[in-house]
């Protein structure tokens, strides 16, 4: 039987690393299917902004935890696809894509309690209807009983290539060296911290987006969605 893409809880996981063009992917999609779009990264974005703001130490589980009880993030979707993100009601969407916050943000989601924290947050998001999330633990933790799983990568050059050129079409002054020890520094991080490690799902479909344009993504991914 094809699969219906509206059921009234329909939920679509997509993970994998930095760079791989995961909320991109994801936003198109949601817009596509005309669902709610989640960006879980986005989400501990906003917090690392916060603690980097307070001078935090990124690497205090406990200040980390705590500061997140007591922080407020939204998310809202506008008509045209794409995402603002409100940290205690401000607008933080351009914010949070400054390279220093990228730099952190893997520090600042290995925390146990944070991401616990985030945990309840993202499901209550998820359990209002129809959407499509995006991060490292979808699929695995968040959202395990999702309808669709996705798992999106790229070669490793080939991400940092993308995320140097993201930062520079934004003004950032920033050399590719740089951007590379960032990812790199992620990479590690995301997938070997002992809370919700990055990894597939063993029912998530792999995509290597390396040589494909972002049409050809959604695509096949929509492709997997109505037909799968």
Known sequence: ???NPH??????AIDGPAGAGKSTIARLAAKKLDVLYIDTGAMYRALTLKAIRRGMNCQDESALTELMRKTRIELKNNHDGSIQVFLDDEDVSLAIRKPEVARYVS??????????EMLGLQ???GSKGPCVLDGRDIGTVVFPEADRKFFLDADFKERGMRRYKELKEK??????????????NRDTIDSTRECAPLK???DAIYVDTTDMSIEEVVAHILKNITNG
């Open 7 to 12: 059921p009234k809880k329909m939920i679509i």
């Open 1 to 3: 039987m094809p699969f």
């Open 200 to 202: 597939q799902a063993e």
């Open 123 to 125: 499901r209550q998001m």
């Open 171 to 184: 003004g950032e002054d920033i050399a590719l060296k740089e951007v590379e020890a960032d990812l790199k």
């Open 107 to 116: 520090d600042v989601s290995k925390a146990a309690g944070v991401r616990k």
